[in-house]
Nanobody
Framework: QVQLVESGGGLVQAGGSLRLSCAAS????????MGWYRQAPGKQRELVAT???????NYADSVKGRFTISRDNAKNTVYLQMNSLKPEDTAVYYC?????????????????WGQGTQVTVSS
Protein backbone atom coordinates (compact mmCIF):
# COMPACT_ATOMS: atom_id res chain seq x y z
CA GLN A 1 0.00 0.00 0.00
CA VAL A 2 1.44 3.35 -1.06
CA GLN A 3 1.21 6.12 1.49
CA LEU A 4 2.73 9.40 2.64
CA VAL A 5 3.33 9.64 6.38
CA GLU A 6 3.98 13.04 7.94
CA SER A 7 5.55 13.89 11.27
CA GLY A 8 6.94 16.86 13.15
CA GLY A 9 3.96 19.09 13.76
CA GLY A 10 3.18 20.60 17.14
CA LEU A 11 2.78 23.72 19.23
CA VAL A 12 5.46 26.42 19.16
CA GLN A 13 5.73 30.03 20.22
CA ALA A 14 6.02 32.81 17.67
CA GLY A 15 9.60 33.10 16.47
CA GLY A 16 10.25 29.43 17.03
CA SER A 17 11.06 26.62 14.61
CA LEU A 18 9.65 23.27 13.56
CA ARG A 19 10.74 20.66 11.05
CA LEU A 20 8.18 18.59 9.20
CA SER A 21 9.00 15.28 7.54
CA CYS A 22 7.05 13.22 5.03
CA ALA A 23 8.10 9.73 3.99
CA ALA A 24 6.66 7.90 1.00
CA SER A 25 6.42 4.13 1.26
CA UNK A 26 5.06 1.21 -0.72
CA UNK A 27 5.52 -0.01 -4.29
CA UNK A 28 7.02 3.21 -5.60
CA UNK A 29 9.00 3.16 -8.84
CA UNK A 30 9.86 6.84 -8.93
CA UNK A 31 8.96 10.20 -7.37
CA UNK A 32 8.57 13.42 -9.31
CA UNK A 33 7.64 16.63 -7.53
CA MET A 34 7.03 16.72 -3.77
CA GLY A 35 5.59 19.55 -1.76
CA TRP A 36 3.83 20.96 1.24
CA TYR A 37 0.44 22.63 1.40
CA ARG A 38 -1.48 24.02 4.35
CA GLN A 39 -5.08 24.73 5.29
CA ALA A 40 -6.09 27.08 8.06
CA PRO A 41 -9.61 26.95 9.58
CA GLY A 42 -12.13 28.51 7.24
CA LYS A 43 -9.62 28.92 4.44
CA GLN A 44 -8.76 27.06 1.27
CA ARG A 45 -5.74 24.80 1.06
CA GLU A 46 -2.74 26.73 -0.22
CA LEU A 47 0.69 25.90 -1.57
CA VAL A 48 3.59 26.39 0.83
CA ALA A 49 6.55 24.99 -1.10
CA THR A 50 7.42 22.45 -3.76
CA UNK A 51 10.61 20.72 -4.83
CA UNK A 52 11.22 18.98 -8.13
CA UNK A 53 13.07 15.71 -8.52
CA UNK A 54 16.13 17.66 -9.62
CA UNK A 55 16.00 19.92 -6.59
CA UNK A 56 14.54 23.15 -7.93
CA UNK A 57 12.23 24.79 -5.40
CA ASN A 58 9.23 27.08 -5.32
CA TYR A 59 7.82 28.96 -2.31
CA ALA A 60 4.74 30.93 -1.45
CA ASP A 61 5.61 34.60 -0.95
CA SER A 62 4.40 34.42 2.65
CA VAL A 63 7.09 31.90 3.64
CA LYS A 64 10.04 32.97 1.50
CA GLY A 65 13.14 33.50 3.61
CA ARG A 66 11.64 31.63 6.57
CA PHE A 67 10.86 28.12 5.30
CA THR A 68 13.16 25.71 3.47
CA ILE A 69 12.03 22.62 1.59
CA SER A 70 14.44 19.77 0.92
CA ARG A 71 14.30 16.11 -0.03
CA ASP A 72 16.29 12.92 0.43
CA ASN A 73 15.65 10.82 -2.67
CA ALA A 74 17.33 7.77 -1.15
CA LYS A 75 14.79 7.83 1.69
CA ASN A 76 11.80 8.98 -0.42
CA THR A 77 11.39 11.78 2.11
CA VAL A 78 10.65 15.49 1.88
CA TYR A 79 11.28 17.97 4.67
CA LEU A 80 10.05 21.44 5.56
CA GLN A 81 12.21 23.47 7.91
CA MET A 82 10.11 26.30 9.32
CA ASN A 83 11.87 29.16 11.10
CA SER A 84 10.64 32.48 12.48
CA LEU A 85 7.16 31.06 12.76
CA LYS A 86 4.21 33.43 13.01
CA PRO A 87 0.68 32.89 14.37
CA GLU A 88 -0.63 33.14 10.80
CA ASP A 89 1.37 30.00 9.95
CA THR A 90 -1.05 28.03 12.11
CA ALA A 91 -2.69 25.37 9.92
CA VAL A 92 -2.84 21.71 9.07
CA TYR A 93 0.13 20.98 6.83
CA TYR A 94 -0.25 18.36 4.11
CA CYS A 95 2.46 16.55 2.19
CA UNK A 96 1.93 16.01 -1.54
CA UNK A 97 3.85 13.92 -4.05
CA UNK A 98 3.64 12.69 -7.64
CA UNK A 99 4.46 9.01 -7.41
CA UNK A 100 5.04 6.44 -10.11
CA UNK A 101 3.50 3.35 -8.52
CA UNK A 102 3.68 -0.24 -9.67
CA UNK A 103 0.49 -2.28 -9.91
CA UNK A 104 1.21 -5.82 -11.15
CA UNK A 105 3.09 -5.06 -14.40
CA UNK A 106 1.91 -1.50 -14.91
CA UNK A 107 3.50 1.75 -13.72
CA UNK A 108 1.23 4.76 -13.32
CA UNK A 109 1.74 8.32 -12.10
CA UNK A 110 -0.58 9.14 -9.20
CA UNK A 111 -0.83 12.19 -6.96
CA UNK A 112 -0.83 11.32 -3.26
CA TRP A 113 -1.60 13.33 -0.14
CA GLY A 114 -0.56 12.73 3.43
CA GLN A 115 -3.03 12.72 6.31
CA GLY A 116 -1.95 16.16 7.56
CA THR A 117 -0.10 17.35 10.63
CA GLN A 118 -1.20 20.24 12.84
CA VAL A 119 1.11 23.21 13.32
CA THR A 120 0.04 25.75 15.93
CA VAL A 121 1.97 28.96 16.55
CA SER A 122 1.07 30.89 19.68
CA SER A 123 1.57 34.64 20.00
Amino acid sequence: QVQLVESGGGLVQAGGSLRLSCAASGSIFSINAMGWYRQAPGKQRELVATIASGGSTNYADSVKGRFTISRDNAKNTVYLQMNSLKPEDTAVYYCNADLAIVVVTTTSWVEYWGQGTQVTVSS
